[in-house]
């Protein structure tokens, strides 16, 4: 039996595409010119993952601890009028947190990067959130 081609999750879809935002912006950003961003979403056991990789420089080893801390920059010589404040990952690893999930770096190699959001299904008792659960809205997402 295969993975259900759709699902349900319990989400701010306006946070979640700030995190979506986020991950394709910073691969975007650190991509060389004519290469690919690669965008992949996957049906897990308990809910989704989106894996965004590109073929960047990579994030070096000592900078790997740090990345998901406030203010952290792997060019500390960018500005941010061109490197962003730093809070990208932060925040959304904060926004992923809050939804029951995670974000983490999953190619850690000196060749690109990927990072990878994991979201769990809101189950069948979505139709029976509370009223603190139903200013959340259920977004229903397929698997194409």
Do not use: C, K, Y
């Not at 979640?16 to 965008?39: C, K």
């Not at 850690?108 to 008792?125: H, I, K, N, W």
């Amino acid at each position: 039996m295969g993975a259900p081609d759709s699902g349900t999750l319990s989400a701010d879809p306006d946070l979640l595409r700030r995190v979506f935002d986020n991950m394709l912006d910073n691969a975007i950003r650190h991509s060389p010119p004519g290469t690919t961003v690669r965008l992949r979403g996957t049906r897990e056991a308990h809910g989704w993952a989106l894996e965004v990789a590109d073929d960047g420089p990579g994030i070096p080893e000592s900078a790997q601890a740090g990345l998901f801390e406030r203010f952290a920059r792997l060019d500390r010589a960018r500005g941010r009028d061109t490197g962003g404040a730093g809070l990208g990952l932060a925040l959304s690893r904060a926004i992923a947190e809050s939804h029951g999930g995670r974000l983490d770096l999953v190619r850690r190699s000196t060749r690109g990067a990927a990072f990878r959001l994991v979201l769990p299904d809101a189950g069948p008792e979505s139709s029976e959130r509370s009223e603190d659960d139903a200013r959340v809205p259920a977004v229903p997402i397929s698997q194409a």
